[in-house]
């Protein structure tokens, strides 16, 4: 137990300024908590829908004609998915595969060489 009669009054001045500090704080802490409490709840928000930022990437487009140019020959749609997710593409379509077969049969830079296989339409090979 801490005897007082031993306490110089140096130690009893610091010992009253940091009890005052203390009151003080206490104070504070009081008024942001009633602040806290009169605060309305956020919104709840879903997820699906906030822009997620992504990082830039190619397009699709050029990105395959890349691709089918640097391998030179037919290539089919899931060659073509595996080759985009070698050269790092980040697919937003929850089926990719789908969406790949969609972008190769309609877009006019690429044409069937093959039931299911792939060229660029102007190639320079």
């Known amino acids: 137990m801490l005897n007082l ?3 110089r009054s140096e130690d009893l001045k610091g010992i009253l300024k940091l009890r ?3 009151e003080v704080l206490e ?3 009081a008024e942001l908590l009633k602040k806290a409490q009169k605060r309305e709840p956020p919104l709840s928000v879903s997820i699906r829908n906030m822009r997620i930022p992504r990082k830039a990437q190619p397009s699709l ?3 395959i ?3 089918l140019e640097k391998v030179g020959k037919p290539l089919s749609v899931p060659e073509i ?3 985009t997710l070698a ?3 980040q697919w937003r379509s929850q089926e990719p595969i789908n969406a790949l077969n969609v972008k190769m049969y309609t877009d006019r830079t690429f044409k069937k ?3 299911g296989q792939f060229v660029l339409r102007n190639s320079k090979k």
Do not use: S
Request: aromatic share 8%; no cysteine.
């Open 27 to 29: 104070l504070q802490m």
């Open 113 to 115: 060489a093959a039931p």
């Open 20 to 22: 005052q500090k203390i």
């Open 61 to 63: 487009r050029d990105l």
């Open 87 to 89: 050269e790092g593409y």
């Open 5 to 7: 009669n031993e306490l």
């Open 81 to 83: 998915y595996e080759a």
């Open 65 to 67: 004609g890349g691709i």
